[in-house]
């Protein structure tokens, strides 16, 4: 940060920290592993696998591919720009750079919301998985929100201090997860299963155009929730230039490649066609438990059954680290309160951030157990459905505001890179929403008008936020143009753009 950004930053300096977080602390492997930790590939292998093949048949695997090559379409275009623009509140500052202020609050408020509610799902997850896991395997047959407080504790804990230290738990968790899911391929390839393998999960006809077809992308898209949370730690990273986007292809190309394979693998494991029959029996959501039960004996399951709450623990970890992040740049920004915007004089973590995130689950999750509410099919999946829509809702207006921020100048990128791509996974996204939004009792599992209640605050959220950038435009000039003035570009780029340069407003079109 410069000098002149200092002290334009009203919070810096004051006591309690600054607002700028630590520096350097975070390299490419570290980034990773907070983003693939937030898919929580374990989770979507066990739970997703068997439902998509249940809902859209075989065309699961390359459903997920397909999901994963559009995300890295995006990913083009969205390193590029995170070269130029780098902030801890990617998509409001990519929206502010791209499409104008106004938008940026308004996909702010949006993003925000939505991985506040995920938040909140996945202490749901954890606890109804920490008490059947325990109360089965162990006897210990404890409340559901034993297991969400005892998490929220230790989240708020690690939340609370250096992120390194977040990142070295997350990257043993991710581990031990990825590491049982290929050595039950390994063992199914060895062993072989009941059918001759079969390339029909990539076939075009089966993953476009097969019946229930639409519903492989609602839950695809949602597999791979958080990838663009390289973007926020940028303010964290070493060397943001070439830890983000290395970070982001490795994460989105992993993701992609892992999901697409272990699902594949269900179908070599049970056949194309047994795999299917299990689908639609009444068990199906035990299918990969069996498979390791089959393959590698009693103790894969055990195990496994173990590493899907600490999964739950890992995407519940990454994803308080970034909605925190979030709340601590619009708190710096002016849009929440300013004491969001503060970090710990020791630690430089944005701590109030986490701590106020940490209340907010608190008070989630107490309701919840004071009410009786369904840990899994109240608090759970009716918060994760609203927080994907909102996501992926996200994810696209940060696609065209890239093509917004390089239409005017590419600053040396390639038009493929700078333009076609971007279009290209923006336009994937906007059709992933749109399926998102048809099939959404199939995430909810309810119909009616509340799956509309659980839809609306995301456009009413957008709309909120253009309208209130507006005025703030033309009630508050001052305030207004101070927004997006921190850490918004990197020292000694030409091609950077900042709010404190005159010009860089006349090149980003912001009024």
């Given at each position: 940060?410069?000098?002149h950004?200092?002290?334009?930053?009203?919070?810096?300096?004051?006591?309690g920290g600054?607002?700028?977080?630590a520096?350097?602390?975070l390299g490419?492997?570290?980034?990773?592993f907070?983003?693939?930790?937030?898919?929580?590939?374990?989770t979507?292998?066990?739970?997703a696998?068997?439902?998509?093949l249940?809902m859209?048949?075989?065309?699961?695997p390359?459903?997920?591919?397909?999901?994963?090559l559009?995300?890295?379409?995006f990913?083009?275009?969205?390193?590029?720009?995170?070269?130029?623009?780098?902030?801890?509140?990617?998509?409001?500052?990519?929206?502010?750079?791209?499409?104008?202020?106004?938008?940026?609050i308004?996909?702010?408020?949006?993003?925000?919301?939505a991985?506040?509610?995920?938040?909140?799902?996945?202490?749901?997850?954890i606890?109804?998985f920490?008490?059947?896991?325990f109360?089965?395997?162990?006897?210990?047959?404890?409340?559901?929100?034993?297991?969400?407080?005892?998490a929220?504790?230790?989240?708020?804990?690690?939340?609370?201090?250096?992120i390194d230290?977040?990142?070295?738990?997350?990257?043993?968790?991710?581990?031990?997860e990825?590491?049982?899911?290929?050595?039950?391929?390994?063992?199914?390839?060895?062993?072989?299963?009941?059918?001759?393998?079969?390339?029909?999960?990539?076939?075009?006809?089966n993953?476009?155009?097969?019946?229930?077809?639409?519903?492989?992308?609602?839950?695809?898209?949602?597999?791979?929730?958080?990838?663009e949370?390289?973007?926020?730690?940028?303010?964290?990273?070493?060397?943001?230039?070439?830890?983000?986007?290395?970070?982001?292809?490795i994460a989105?190309?992993?993701?992609?490649?892992?999901?697409?394979?272990?699902?594949?693998?269900?179908?070599?494991a049970?056949?194309?066609?047994?795999?299917?029959?299990?689908?639609?029996?009444?068990?199906?959501?035990?299918?990969?438990?069996?498979?390791s039960g089959?393959?590698?004996g009693?103790?894969a399951?055990?195990?496994?059954?173990?590493?899907?709450v600490?999964?739950?623990?890992?995407?519940?970890?990454?994803?308080?680290?970034a909605c925190?992040?979030?709340?601590?740049?619009?708190?710096?920004?002016?849009?929440?309160?300013?004491?969001?915007?503060?970090?710990?004089?020791?630690?430089?973590?944005?701590?109030?951030?986490?701590?106020?995130l940490?209340v907010?689950?608190?008070?989630?999750?107490?309701?919840?157990?004071?009410?009786?509410a369904?840990?899994?099919?109240?608090?759970?999946?009716?918060?994760y459905?609203?927080g994907v829509?909102?996501?992926?809702?996200?994810?696209?207006?940060?696609?065209?505001?890239?093509?917004?921020?390089?239409s005017?100048?590419?600053?040396?990128?390639?038009?493929?890179?700078?333009?076609?791509?971007?279009?290209?996974?923006?336009?994937?996204?906007?059709?992933?929403?749109?399926?998102?939004?048809?099939?959404?009792?199939?995430v909810?599992g309810?119909?009616?008008?509340v799956?509309?209640?659980l839809?609306?605050?995301?456009?009413?959220?957008?709309?909120?936020?253009?309208?209130?950038?507006?005025?703030?435009?033309?009630?508050?000039?001052?305030?207004?143009?101070?927004?997006?003035?921190?850490?918004?570009?990197?020292?000694?780029d030409?091609?950077?753009?900042?709010?404190?340069?005159?010009?860089?407003?006349?090149?980003t079109?912001e009024?």
């Amino acid at each position: 940060m410069t000098q002149h950004q200092q002290n334009a930053d009203p919070t810096a300096g004051e006591a309690g920290g600054g607002g700028a977080l630590a520096s350097g602390r975070l390299g490419v492997w570290g980034i990773v592993f907070f983003v693939i930790s937030a898919a929580a590939p374990l989770t979507v292998v066990v739970s997703a696998g068997p439902t998509t093949l249940r809902m859209g048949g075989i065309g699961a695997p390359g459903a997920m591919l397909t999901c994963g090559l559009i995300l890295i379409l995006f990913s083009v275009g969205f390193t590029a720009m995170s070269k130029h623009v780098r902030n801890t509140g990617a998509f409001y500052i990519y929206a502010s750079r791209g499409l104008g202020k106004p938008a940026g609050i308004g996909v702010a408020f949006v993003t925000v919301f939505a991985y506040g509610f995920l938040c909140v799902c996945f202490y749901g997850f954890i606890g109804f998985f920490g008490h059947s896991t325990f109360a089965d395997l162990f006897g210990i047959d404890l409340p559901w929100g034993v297991y969400s407080l005892v998490a929220l504790v230790i989240v708020g804990l690690l939340g609370y201090r250096h992120i390194d230290v977040g990142a070295k738990v997350l990257g043993v968790l991710l581990t031990l997860e990825v590491a049982i899911l290929l050595v039950l391929a390994v063992a199914v390839l060895i062993q072989g299963g009941p059918e001759p393998i079969s390339f029909a999960s990539f076939d075009p006809s089966n993953v476009f155009f097969a019946a229930g077809a639409g519903s492989l992308f609602v839950v695809g898209f949602g597999a791979y929730l958080g990838f663009e949370g390289t973007a926020i730690y940028a303010e964290e990273a070493k060397d943001p230039k070439r830890t983000v986007p290395a970070a982001t292809y490795i994460a989105v190309a992993f993701l992609g490649i892992f999901y697409a394979f272990t699902f594949w693998i269900l179908t070599v494991a049970f056949g194309a066609q047994g795999v299917l029959a299990m689908a639609r029996g009444d068990d199906f959501q035990d299918m990969v438990f069996h498979a390791s039960g089959s393959y590698l004996g009693e103790w894969a399951t055990i195990a496994m059954r173990v590493l899907i709450v600490t999964s739950f623990f890992a995407c519940l970890l990454a994803f308080h680290n970034a909605c925190s992040r979030y709340l601590f740049s619009l708190g710096r920004e002016g849009l929440l309160p300013r004491a969001l915007g503060r970090t710990h004089p020791v630690t430089r973590s944005p701590y109030r951030a986490s701590l106020v995130l940490s209340v907010i689950c608190l008070i989630a999750v107490v309701v919840c157990i004071a009410t009786g509410a369904d840990p899994f099919l109240q608090l759970a999946i009716w918060t994760y459905a609203t927080g994907v829509a909102g996501l992926v809702f996200a994810q696209a207006v940060a696609a065209v505001s890239v093509v917004g921020f390089f239409s005017r100048d590419r600053r040396g990128h390639s038009v493929f890179r700078a333009l076609i791509a971007p279009a290209l996974g923006g336009l994937g996204l906007i059709v992933g929403l749109l399926l998102i939004v048809v099939n959404f009792d199939v995430v909810t599992g309810m119909e009616g008008a509340v799956n509309w209640i659980l839809l609306l605050p995301t456009p009413i959220l957008f709309i909120a936020g253009i309208v209130a950038g507006l005025v703030m435009r033309r009630r508050a000039p001052a305030r207004y143009a101070a927004l997006t003035t921190i850490a918004t570009g990197d020292e000694g780029d030409p091609g950077a753009v900042t709010d404190t340069d005159p010009a860089s407003r006349l090149v980003t079109g912001e009024r």
